[in-house]
C-alpha cells in the first residue's frame, strides 16, 4: 500500500514506477487490474482486514485556547486518517464459531458471550487451531 497526497494523476504516475520497478529489478509483474487508487475522502480502502478512511468533517472546530491568561480561538485539525473494522465480518465468524449468541431484549439485540469450558484444559496452540 502506497499513500499519496495529491491528484489521481500523481497517484497513476506513482503506480507506474513502482510497476517498472518490480519489473526491472525484481523481475514481477504488477497486476494493474488488481490495483486500486482510491480517493479516501470520498470511499474506503480494504487492506489486511480492515477498512482506510479519512474523516473530514464539512464544518471547521474552533477551540478556545487560554495562555498567559489570554482567550483565543484557534481552528482544530479536521483531518483525521481512521482505521475501521468490518464489525458485521467478525460478529458473524464469533457467532458462527459458537462465542456468541444475539438475544434480542427491549427490542434491541444484544450478544451474548458463551463459554467455551472444554477448552480451558488445551494448549494455547490447540486453542488457536480450534478458532482460525
Given amino acids: 500500500m502506497i499513500g499519496v497526497f495529491g491528484p489521481v494523476n500523481l497517484a ?24 486500486k487508487i482510491t480517493d479516501l475522502y470520498h470511499d474506503k480502502a480494504a487492506f489486511l482486514g480492515y477498512y482506510l478512511r479519512i474523516n473530514k468533517p ?25 482505521l475501521e473494522i468490518p464489525h458485521d465480518k467478525i460478529i458473524k465468524k464469533l457467532i458462527d464459531g459458537g462465542f456468541v449468541r444475539i438475544e434480542e431484549r427491549e427490542g434491541k439485540s444484544k450478544y451474548i458471550p458463551l463459554a467455551k469450558a472444554p477448552w480451558t484444559q488445551l494448549d494455547h496452540r490447540s486453542i488457536l487451531n480450534r478458532y482460525n
Fill in 12 to 35: 497513476v504516475e506513482i503506480r507506474d514506477m513502482v510497476a517498472q520497478f518490480l519489473q526491472n529489478e525484481l523481475k514481477l509483474e504488477l497486476s494493474l487490474e488488481k490495483t
Fill in 58 to 82: 464539512s464544518e471547521q472546530r474552533k477551540l478556545t485556547i487560554e495562555k498567559y491568561g489570554h482567550k483565543r480561538k484557534v481552528r482544530s485539525p479536521h483531518v483525521v486518517m481512521l
